[in-house]
């Protein structure tokens, strides 16, 4: 049985999980758009992914890889169904929630911690990067007037291979826990750490993008060891085809 990408559908796979693997399901989370993630008791999350969420395909065997280091632990798995119970972090309070500076300081912590030496079985992201462009290239998605320029900067780069990225790294799936902060959410991949700090740099959510914020925390990313032409081309790249008109004056600086 694979779930269907609508939520109803989704929530009773949830809710046969739960019942099969004797838990009490509590109630959806706010943020929950993929999938439905809702609690299991207070240490413990049910997620159910969507059929169409292909780039998180592997967030089981990053849990598992990362076991607990930064991340949630992966306490339960169930491929077919896309269903994980994974370790919940309380008390959950993500880095929108800090001051930029101290939110810039605990993502950089997160990551040198995540981005570790990795191989099989993990996808590489240059598999995928040219056909996620394409495709909002096509629909009208993203920041489509930037799409030539991130073609151009892409075709110029050799694209890393040896480090697992999260492919999701912002504000909202950097939480608090008694651990310390720790990921959610990642949508794993193959390739470099600069490439994560893209989405960093527009989020928050509700939050505008700006030419000051953006610098300060590249500056930040930088002094722990990442490389700041990199950062700022994956920043392009990824913004070509994932980040909103409101965030393209600041990307189209960037290079």
Request: net charge negative.
């Amino acid at each position: 049985m694979r779930p269907a990408g609508e939520p109803g559908a989704l929530e009773r796979t949830a809710r046969e999980i739960a019942a099969e693997w004797g838990l009490e399901l509590g109630r959806l989370f706010a943020l929950s758009r993929w999938s439905y993630v809702a609690p299991v008791g207070a240490d413990a999350v049910l997620k159910v992914r969507s059929a169409d969420d292909d780039e998180s395909d592997q967030e089981a065997d990053a849990l598992a890889f990362w076991d607990g280091e930064a991340a949630v632990r992966l306490l339960r798995h169930d491929r077919e169904q896309r269903a994980l119970l994974i370790e919940r972090a309380n008390p959950g309070i993500d880095l929108s929630q800090l001051p930029d500076e101290e939110a810039t300081a605990r993502a950089t912590e997160i990551g040198r911690r995540l981005w570790r030496p990795a191989s099989r079985p993990f996808r590489w992201l240059g598999d995928h990067v040219p056909r996620w462009a394409d495709n909002a290239d096509q629909d009208g998605l993203g920041v489509p007037e930037l799409i030539p320029l991130a073609r151009r900067l892409y075709g110029s780069m050799e694209v890393g291979r040896q480090r697992l990225v999260h492919g999701d790294f912002h504000h909202h799936n950097l939480l608090s826990s008694g651990r310390g902060p720790l990921a959610i959410d990642p949508k794993p991949m193959l390739g470099e750490p600069e490439y994560d700090i893209a989405s960093f740099l527009w989020n928050p959510l509700n939050s505008a993008m700006t030419v000051e914020r953006t610098e300060r925390r590249l500056q930040a990313f930088a002094a722990a060891g990442l490389d700041d032409g990199r950062m700022r081309a994956w920043a392009v790249i990824r913004g070509a085809y994932l980040a909103g008109q409101d965030e393209a004056q600041v990307l189209r600086g960037l290079v």
